[in-house]
């Protein structure tokens, strides 16, 4: 312990020790103790009269010194005080008792048979000395007509204290005023703490300080009421307010300071049965203040008092629990057990439980303070540290963070170095690409011109060797079936050799760019008959048929014309020579669709769609020649002009490969033409 926490501490039990040495002072100083010379007598159902007391002997009073009850009901208590004889003649001030009892009646000689009531039920306004407790004023002379034995009546539902004291006007002033200012300390203090407890809160957005500002604040407002403040400064002329106030506050103050104890010392996650128990007696103390509106004061009071007391034991348990448990928690937990302290010799004094002393009259003000303060310092000492384990936590995490930093500048500088090693390595694999792609574009150049140059020179014998065979095939003098036969391979040959050259230029021509090539109207007839005669003359297998009312198609005829070509050219190949291939056009909505279809052994599925890549054959195209070209040429060449290229068919019987052209946009001045429906089969 600190020697600036004990210096504290110190300073708190003298400031809650002033207040009685205060009291002894004044008492030597010019106040008269009545203790000594007062005698109670019991009234459990409180009907006796002034009359029926006063008549009753001497004898019939028992007891001396301060009286205290506990009653809770309708009973009162008579006390009767036989004044000194050597009482100095003139006017004191009586106190019978504290400021919290409820109905304090003085009878006398000279003051009515009624007597005077000045108890907390009294408005304020109707005293005659403006004082915080009940104080009569007495005339005391010489004269034996003048009251010399005083009778007092007191009832309360709750403790009944009676502490007689008799008081010159000056030296009871100056009690007064030393009281007053007392108090004022000890308010003071307590208002510095909860402004305290509120700072921290805003300062460091913990909900705990502002739970403990509302304990202290709570605290603080129920003193004021016990001690006949609140009534005195703000309830001047509303006496059952502060009746009301006073037994409701203090239920509220019990029942919160049951659940923040429990908060505090942090039990609700070791012992959550605990923490729900006290949660349920705090509401349940605390739904006292609306049973105070409809049940008997003292049947409330007593009960909830019960069950606090019962919970005194468990609470206590619980700190010893901590105490070991949690040695952050030690402060705290010496906080709580010096208020359990002085709320069980309160309770236990108010019960009735304990002997009435200086001590357990005076617990709840000596003791509170006391408690207020080490609560204080306790989550001070809380939050000194948290901020010392913040730091020390701060200054690992700093660490950690600087070594991460360091390990991680390591990796990033390796990182580095590997990218710069892979930019150069790309540098140069890029430069090494360049230098292929500028050797593949002159090569692929050169092979350009030479496809162009050849085409050329081969076009032109070709074409003569085919006018010249076709010539002698229909001289009159040239007709022996040997050489008709052997003019007939020529023309195939060479139209063979045509259309590969053809072929070849087309594949090429896909290459160049979509400006190169110039789009047409025409009509699907033109295209079939484009086609047809490449092969009409060669053989007459061809079955090629269109219908003139087909809408008319959009796209590059020489590239379509090639397109088709290829696949009458591979169904002539494909189909035995006794067969037939046939050539059909459809309208299929927004397209037109021709079929090639032969008489061939089908395309196997693994090669359906491998056929349509470049330079791939199909696994029965052994013998035929042919150099994998022609679907891979014909599915571009639909593609680029809006249609497609698929395989229809391919069953046993054979294949059907299906050819789509998109139709050309109507003209605005042409009228509708009426075309057959999708599925109808065009024939000329």
Request: hydrophobic share 50%; glycine share 8%.
């Amino acid at each position: 312990m600190s020697s600036r926490l004990l210096l504290t501490l110190l300073l708190a039990l003298a400031a809650c020790a002033w207040p009685a040495g205060a009291r002894a002072q004044a008492h030597a100083s010019g106040g008269i103790d009545l203790a000594p010379y007062a005698s109670h007598l019991a009234d459990p159902t409180g009907r006796l009269t002034y009359d029926a007391v006063r008549r009753m002997p001497a004898e019939a009073f028992s007891g001396g010194g301060p009286f205290e009850r506990a009653t809770y009901r309708d009973g009162a208590v008579w006390v009767r005080i036989a004044l000194p004889d050597d009482l100095t003649p003139g006017t004191w001030w009586f106190v019978p008792c504290p400021a919290r009892i409820g109905s304090v009646r003085l009878y006398a000689d000279g003051i009515g048979d009624e007597g005077r009531e000045l108890g907390a039920s009294t408005p304020f306004v109707e005293r005659d000395v403006a004082f915080r407790k009940p104080v009569f004023a007495l005339d005391v002379r010489d004269d034996d007509a003048r009251p010399r034995v005083l009778f007092v009546r007191v009832a309360s539902q709750g403790a009944i204290l009676v502490t007689p004291q008799l008081w010159r006007p000056e030296a009871f002033a100056a009690m007064a005023g030393r009281e007053y200012a007392i108090w004022g300390l000890y308010f003071g203090a307590l208002g510095l703490l909860v402004l305290l407890n509120v700072y921290f809160w805003f300062d460091l957005r913990r909900s705990l300080y502002l739970y403990c500002a509302m304990y202290l604040s709570l605290f603080l407002a129920l003193l004021l009421l016990l001690e006949g403040f609140a009534a005195q400064w703000w309830f001047r002329g509303q006496p059952g307010s502060v009746v009301y106030l006073t037994r409701a506050l203090a239920l509220v103050t019990m029942g919160y300071t049951l659940w923040f104890g429990v908060q505090l010392i942090e039990i609700g996650r070791r012992l959550p049965w605990a923490y729900a128990l006290a949660c349920a007696l705090s509401l349940a103390l605390v739904s006292g203040t609306v049973l105070l509106l409809f049940l008997p004061d003292g049947v409330v009071l007593v009960a909830m008092l019960w069950l606090r007391v019962l919970w005194q034991p468990v609470f206590a348990c619980l700190l010893v629990m901590q105490w070991r448990a949690r040695p952050d928690l030690r402060w705290v937990v010496i906080a709580f057990a010096v208020q359990v302290a002085g709320s069980s010799a309160a309770m236990g004094h108010t019960l009735g439980l304990l002997p009435s002393n200086e001590w357990t009259r005076h617990s709840l003000d000596f003791i509170g303070l006391v408690h207020m303060v080490m609560l204080s310092v306790a989550l001070m000492s809380r939050l000194r540290d948290s901020e010392r384990r913040a730091l020390e936590m701060s200054i690992r995490a700093e660490a950690r963070l600087d070594q991460k930093v360091s390990e991680r500048t390591a990796e990033l500088a390796s990182i580095n170095r590997r990218l710069e090693t892979e930019i150069a390595e790309r540098r140069a694999a890029q430069a090494e690409l360049d230098a292929a792609l500028r050797s593949e574009r002159a090569t692929h150049e050169t092979q350009r011109e030479f496809v162009a140059m050849v085409s050329h020179e081969f076009r032109t014998p070709l074409s003569i060797i085919k006018a010249v065979a076709q010539r002698l095939r229909t001289h009159s003098s040239l007709a022996g079936a040997d050489l008709q036969q052997r003019l007939a391979r020529l023309d195939r040959a060479t139209q063979r050799m045509t259309a590969m050259i053809e072929t070849y230029l087309a594949d090429d021509r896909m290459r160049e760019p979509e400006a190169a090539r110039a789009a047409t109207r025409f009509a699907p007839r033109t295209l079939i008959s484009a086609a047809a005669e490449l092969h009409s003359a060669m053989d007459e297998r061809l079955d090629a048929v269109c219908h003139v009312e087909l809408p008319e198609v959009e796209g590059d005829l020489p590239l379509l014309t090639i397109a088709l070509s290829n696949l009458i050219d591979n169904a002539l190949k494909y189909s035995p020579l006794e067969t037939t291939v046939r050539v059909r056009a459809y309208h299929a909505g927004d397209q037109v669709r021709i079929d090639v279809g032969d008489r061939g052994g089908g395309v196997p599925e693994a090669d359906r769609e491998r056929i349509f890549q470049r330079y791939v054959r199909g696994s029965d195209g052994s013998g035929r020649p042919g150099a994998g070209l022609g679907l891979h040429l014909a599915r571009e060449i639909a593609r680029r002009n809006g249609g497609d290229l698929v395989l229809a068919d391919a069953g046993p019987e054979g294949s059907t490969f299906s050819l789509r052209i998109p139709c050309a946009a109507p003209l605005a001045e042409e009228a509708p033409v009426r075309v057959p429906e999708r599925g109808d089969e065009v024939v000329a």
